[in-house]
Structures are given as structure tokens and as C-alpha cells.
């Protein structure tokens, strides 16, 4: 007999820090099943795994790509701005 699990609620944050783990399916039943749950409900953290996937195609294709000048410290700045207007949510 499979044995059930309760699925309870986690945060983008633990979602965000166990994200890399969830993808290469280093995470136990539980956690995945509670990240699934997650995503299902989360566009932010679903687009986040999407875009995490696609980086992970492209690195391993072995495709080099040149960034506009700035562009690490644009992105840096646009991605801590967006973090700091999530109400309640802290930067893990």
C-alpha cells in the first residue's frame, strides 16, 4: 500500500532554495509533492522554474551567448526590486 502524504504549504522562498534540487530530482516525495502543489498555485514560481529549465537547456548545449554591456548589473538590480515589493516576503 503507497504510503500518503499530507500536503502542507511552502513558501516562494523555500521554493526558490530548493528549486535547483527539484529539478535535478534531488529532493524527497514529500518536498516535491509540496513544490508541485506550489507551482500549480504560483505563476511567479512556475515562470521561475520555467525560465531555471531553459537556462539549464541552454548552458548545457554549450552555446556561448555575448551580453549587452551592463546587462548582469541591470538584471541584479531589476530582480532585488521586484524581491523588495513582495509584500511580506523576505530575500532568502
Known amino acids: 500500500m503507497p504510503m500518503s502524504y499530507m500536503v502542507t504549504e511552502i513558501s516562494c ?9 527539484y529539478i535535478d530530482q534531488g529532493i524527497d516525495r514529500e518536498l516535491r509533492a509540496r513544490m508541485e502543489l506550489h507551482f ?4 511567479h514560481c512556475s515562470a ?12 548545457g548545449d554549450g552555446t556561448v551567448f555575448d551580453l549587452p554591456a551592463g ?3 541591470r538584471l541584479y ?5 521586484k524581491l523588495e515589493r513582495r509584500p ?4 532568502p
Open 88 to 91: 511580506g516576503k523576505s530575500r
Open 71 to 73: 546587462f548582469s548589473q
Open 77 to 81: 538590480e531589476k530582480l532585488n526590486k
Open 13 to 21: 522562498e523555500e521554493v526558490w532554495r530548493e528549486l535547483s534540487n
Open 40 to 43: 500549480k498555485g504560483c505563476k
Open 48 to 59: 521561475i522554474l520555467e525560465g531555471t529549465r531553459n537556462v539549464v537547456r541552454l548552458v
